[in-house]
């Protein structure tokens, strides 16, 4: 039998660095001044794909919970869909706004130089 045989293990890296990961106070998770722990998502609520999927899947939530026989559940999936909604509405008025502001500047960039070319 190999009952004496040591099996030795190597180190290997984490698979996820969350443990390595540090916010600005040095440390994963630190406690507000209300005392609620502070998550970092990474972004996922500013990319407004992600927000339209997990609209997506609460409203689906609600329409399974409804043909359950469970109205308090689907109207609490529906609370949370239109949350998201509103965050999605939030960033799209956002995206907008910021391709205009940079259509407007390209639009006086262009006729800077255009009048520079007509003076010289």
């Known amino acids: 039998m190999n009952n ?4 030795n293990f190597r180190n290997r ?3 996820s660095n969350f443990l390595r990961r540090r916010n600005g106070s040095g440390s994963s998770n630190t406690f507000n001044n209300n005392g609620n722990i502070s998550f970092n998502r990474n972004g996922s609520m500013n990319n ?3 927000v339209e999927k997990t609209m997506q899947k609460f409203q689906q ?3 399974d919970a409804q043909s ?6 689907a109207q609490n999936y529906l609370q949370h869909a239109d949350h998201y909604l509103r965050r999605l509405n939030e960033l799209t008025d956002k995206k907008e706004n910021f391709l205009d502001k940079n259509k407007i500047s390209e639009n006086s960039l262009t006729e800077v130089a255009f009048q520079e070319k007509k003076l010289s």
């Open 61 to 63: 939530l609600a329409k």
């Open 48 to 50: 407004s794909h992600n």
């Open 13 to 15: 890296q984490q698979k």
């Open 68 to 73: 359950n026989g469970d109205p308090v559940l």
């Open 4 to 7: 004496n045989r040591r099996r």
